[in-house]
C-alpha cells in the first residue's frame, strides 16, 4: 500500500502513456493481418502480404508520393520564410513588433476549418481552380507560424556573449552570422522544419478544402478509404512512419547529448 | 547580426534585444508577412464579406449585406455549436488531467528516462491522425476486450447513466467521440505543460514539506501556480483545433455527435451554400476569440508564445 502511494505518480504516468501508444500497437499488429472483407477491422490471420506489397492497392502510392513532394516543398518554404521572421523578432526592434507577433499568433489560433474555408473562399472569389499549388499555398502559410515560434524560442535562448566573442575576435557580421549564429540557431531550425513536415504530411482538413479530384494526398486517401474499405497497406505505411519518426527524434536526441558532452 | 557596439548606442529604443536602425528587420520580415497578410488575412475578409452576399455558385454572388444568413445559420445549427464546445470543453478537461501526471514524472522523476519518454510522447504525432483514429475503431469494436472489459467493470453501465452511449457498445456515441478528441491532442497538452513542469525547481517542493505542508496542499500551492503558463498554452493549444475538429466526430461518432466543423464542411463542399458555410465559420472563429480572451483574463497570463 505505501509502495503504491509513492509510485502513484509513476502508475498514472505509465497508464497515460499505454493510452498515448496503444492506437500505434494497433496500427502495427494490423498491419500484418489479412482480413476477410475489404474492411482491416478484425483480426483474421498473420500474414506479410501487404509488407511485401506496399503499393498493392490502386492510388495509395501516388497518394504517398504526392503528400512527400508537398510536404518537401511547404517545409523548405516555410522553414525559409519563417526563420527569417524569426530572426527579425528575435533580433531587431521595429515598429509594428506587437502586431507582427499577433499576425503570427493568429493562424495557429484559428481551427483547421476556418482556416481551410477562408482559403477556399479567396480562391473561389479570385477564380484560381482547386489543386496541388491552392494545397501547397495553404501548406505553407499554416506551417509558416509554428517555424517561427520554433526558431525564435532557439534565438531567445542563445547566449549574445558568443556573438559579441566573434565580434571581438574581429569577425564580421557575415562571419559571425555564418560562423557563430547559425549553427547555434540550427537544432531549432531542424525542430522547427520536422514539425512543419509532420503537420503538412498529416494534414486533411485544410487539405480537403483545396484539393481536386487529381491531387489526392495520403490523408485523403486515407479519408477515402474509411468510407470505402481499409487496404492492410494504409497500415504499413503508418507503421513505418511511426518508426522513421522514431528513428529520427531519437537518432536527434542522441547526437544532442553527444554534442552536450562534448561541450560541458 | 552582431551590431557594432557605436551603432548601439546611436538608437533610442530599449536595449533587449539588439537595437539597430536598419531595412533589415523589415527585409527578413518582408516575405512571410506577406504571406500571412495575403493568404491569411485576406481569406478571412473575403469570408467575411461571402458570408454577407446571395447568390448562388452558378449565377454568382452579389454583396447584399444580408445579416439573416447568420440568424438562419445560427437557429438551424445551434445545437451543432453547442456540442462543439462542449466536448472540447470535456475533453480539454480530460488532457489536462491525463497529461498533467505524466508531463510531471517526465520532467522531475524521470532522470535519465526523460528523453527517452519525450521521445516516446512525440512519435506518435508523426503517424497519420486519420490512422490512428482508424485504430480507435479497432479498439473499441463491439466484441473486443476493450468493450467486455467495460462490460465486467460496468463501466459502459456508468457511461449510458451518463447518457455518453445509448447502450452497451461504446462505438459511434459521445463517450468514443471526447475518447478520441482526449486522445489525438494529448500531446499538445502534455509538451507545455513539460516544458513548464521542467522550469520548476524542485527545492521549492521540498521545503513546502520542510514547512509541514501536506503533499496535496504542497501540489496546490506550489507545483500547480507555478506550471499555470503550460496549463494555460496547453488547454488553448488543445481546445482551439478540438472545438474545429470534425474528423473524430465523422469516425468514431454518429449522426447526435455532429460537430460545427462537420456542418461547415458538408454546407461548403457537399451543399455548396457557400454564405450559409462562411456565416458558421466566421461565428466559429469569433466563439473561439472571446473564449479564449476571456480564458487569457482569466487566468492572467498574457505571455502566450
Same mark, same amino acid.
Not at chain 1, 472483407?37 to 477491422?41: C, D, H, K
Given at each position: 500500500m505505501r509502495w503504491l502511494r509513492s509510485h502513484l505518480v509513476a502508475i498514472a504516468a505509465l497508464a497515460v502513456l499505454a493510452y498515448l501508444l496503444l492506437p500505434n500497437l494497433v496500427v502495427i499488429v494490423f498491419s500484418l493481418n489479412k482480413p476477410r472483407?475489404?474492411?482491416?477491422?478484425k483480426w483474421e490471420q498473420f500474414s506479410t502480404d501487404a509488407w511485401t506489397n506496399p503499393c498493392g492497392t490502386p492510388g495509395i502510392c501516388d497518394a504517398v508520393g504526392l503528400s512527400l513532394r508537398i510536404g518537401l516543398i511547404a517545409t523548405l518554404v516555410a522553414t525559409i520564410l519563417g526563420t527569417m521572421v524569426a530572426f527579425a523578432i528575435g533580433r531587431h526592434r521595429f515598429w509594428g513588433r506587437a502586431s507582427t507577433n499577433l499576425l503570427i499568433f493568429l493562424p495557429m489560433a484559428t481551427p483547421e476549418v476556418v482556416m481551410g474555408s477562408s482559403l477556399l473562399t479567396l480562391f473561389i472569389a479570385m477564380g484560381i481552380a482547386p489543386g496541388t499549388i491552392p494545397i501547397l499555398i495553404a501548406h505553407i502559410l499554416f506551417c509558416l507560424s509554428f517555424v517561427v515560434v520554433t526558431v525564435k524560442a532557439r534565438i531567445a535562448s542563445l547566449d549574445p556573449r558568443l556573438e559579441q566573442a566573434a565580434a571581438d575576435l574581429f569577425a564580421n557580421p557575415f562571419q559571425t552570422f555564418v560562423r557563430v549564429t547559425l549553427p547555434l540557431v540550427a537544432p531549432g531550425i531542424a525542430a522547427g522544419a520536422l514539425l512543419a513536415f509532420s503537420l503538412s504530411f498529416d494534414d486533411y482538413i485544410i487539405t480537403n478544402f483545396n484539393?481536386?479530384?487529381?491531387? #489526392?494526398?495520403f490523408p485523403m486517401y486515407v479519408w477515402g478509404a474509411a468510407q470505402r474499405g481499409t487496404p492492410v497497406q494504409i497500415n504499413v505505411i503508418g507503421t513505418v512512419m511511426f518508426l522513421t519518426a522514431l528513428i529520427l527524434v531519437a537518432g536527434g536526441q542522441l547526437i544532442s547529448n553527444r554534442r552536450a558532452r562534448q561541450t560541458v | 547580426m552582431a551590431a557594432p557596439l557605436a551603432e548601439l548606442e546611436?538608437?533610442?529604443?530599449?536595449?533587449p534585444p539588439r537595437a539597430r536602425r536598419s531595412y533589415t528587420p523589415y527585409l527578413l520580415l518582408l516575405p512571410g508577412l506577406a504571406w500571412l497578410v495575403v493568404f491569411f488575412v485576406v481569406p478571412m475578409v473575403a469570408l467575411a464579406s461571402q458570408s454577407l452576399q446571395t447568390g448562388d455558385p452558378e449565377s454568382g454572388y452579389v454583396?447584399?449585406?444580408?445579416?439573416q444568413t447568420y440568424l438562419d445559420a445560427l437557429s438551424q445549427f445551434w445545437p451543432q455549436f453547442v456540442r462543439s464546445i462542449v466536448f472540447a470543453g470535456a475533453a480539454t478537461f480530460l488532457t489536462l488531467l491525463l497529461a498533467y501526471p505524466l508531463a510531471y514524472f517526465m520532467a522531475q522523476k524521470a532522470g535519465r528516462w526523460k528523453n527517452f519518454l519525450l521521445v516516446l510522447v512525440i512519435?506518435?504525432?508523426?503517424?497519420?491522425f486519420l490512422i490512428r483514429t482508424l485504430a480507435w475503431q479497432i479498439i473499441l469494436t463491439d466484441n473486443g476486450p476493450v468493450a467486455g472489459l467495460a462490460r465486467t467493470t460496468h463501466f459502459s453501465d456508468l457511461l449510458q447513466w451518463l447518457q455518453l452511449t445509448s447502450n452497451d457498445s461504446l462505438m459511434n456515441s459521445r463517450f468514443a467521440v471526447i475518447a478520441g478528441l482526449t486522445y489525438n491532442f494529448l500531446p499538445f497538452m502534455i509538451l507545455p505543460l513539460y516544458a513548464s513542469l521542467e522550469r520548476l525547481d524542485h527545492r521549492l517542493v521540498e521545503a513546502a514539506g520542510d514547512l509541514y505542508a501536506t503533499p496535496i496542499k504542497t501540489f496546490w500551492r506550489v507545483t500547480w501556480p507555478l506550471s499555470l503558463p503550460g496549463v494555460v498554452g496547453g488547454t488553448l493549444l488543445t481546445f482551439i483545433p478540438a472545438a474545429g475538429d470534425f474528423i473524430n466526430s465523422r469516425l468514431l461518432g454518429n449522426t447526435q455527435t455532429v460537430m460545427i466543423g462537420q456542418v461547415i464542411d458538408s454546407e461548403f463542399?457537399? #451543399?455548396?451554400d457557400y454564405s450559409t458555410a462562411a456565416a458558421l465559420s466566421f461565428m466559429l472563429m469569433l466563439v473561439i476569440v472571446v473564449i479564449v480572451a476571456f480564458y487569457v483574463r482569466r487566468a492572467g497570463t498574457e505571455e502566450l508564445v
Open positions: 472483407g475489404t474492411y482491416n477491422y484539393a481536386s479530384p487529381s491531387s #489526392i494526398t | 546611436v538608437t533610442t529604443a530599449p536595449p454583396q447584399t449585406w444580408h445579416f512519435a506518435p504525432f508523426f503517424t497519420s463542399l457537399r #451543399i455548396q
